[in-house]
């Protein structure tokens, strides 16, 4: 049950996190629509949306929990079976699904506050958009993300960005 618990809490951050995203895209608040102001064929950021959506879509399905299942095994031996390995399964893939729609967040976060400035963000999202850019440029005009993607998501998975708040003394509680 534990495993199930935790695909349904990650499912909801990455729902949460590709909210977000589709706010970002969505030309409020002084910012282009799609993050971008010369779109083409993918238009700005908007695949991107659409790939985050798809993944939290995905992650639906897979948080349903797998121990609301059992299948009576060995001729009646084992009446219950935990399906824990199952559990395991789909909570690694909604795990996986989380750190791409996360990757996608950072890189539209990032084109934000790009648009921003002058204006600053805090301390911390102002470090992370730092750290971001050190690894992926400013899109001025459509190209494919796939790298920018991949670029984010090891940004993230490495914990690089953490630690780079707390080498500049930023604590995070």
Known sequence: MALDYLAIALAELASISERRTYLLLSGHDGLPTFLMRDTGVNSG?????????????ENKVLAHPASVDSIPT???QE????????AATKAWQVLDNVEQVLAIEFLCAAQGLDFRLPLQAGVGPRWAH???RQVVSHA???RAFQADMQATRALLTSNRTVAEL??????LH
Do not use: N, P, R, W
Request: avoid cysteine; charge should be negative.
């Open 45 to 57: 950021f908007m695949i991107l949306q659409y790939t985050a959506a798809a993944l939290v879509s």
């Open 74 to 76: 060995s001729l009646g």
């Open 79 to 86: 009446d219950h079976v935990s399906m824990g390995a199952t």
């Open 130 to 132: 730092q750290v971001i």
């Open 140 to 142: 001025d005009s459509d």
């Open 166 to 171: 707390e080498k500049a003394g930023i604590e």
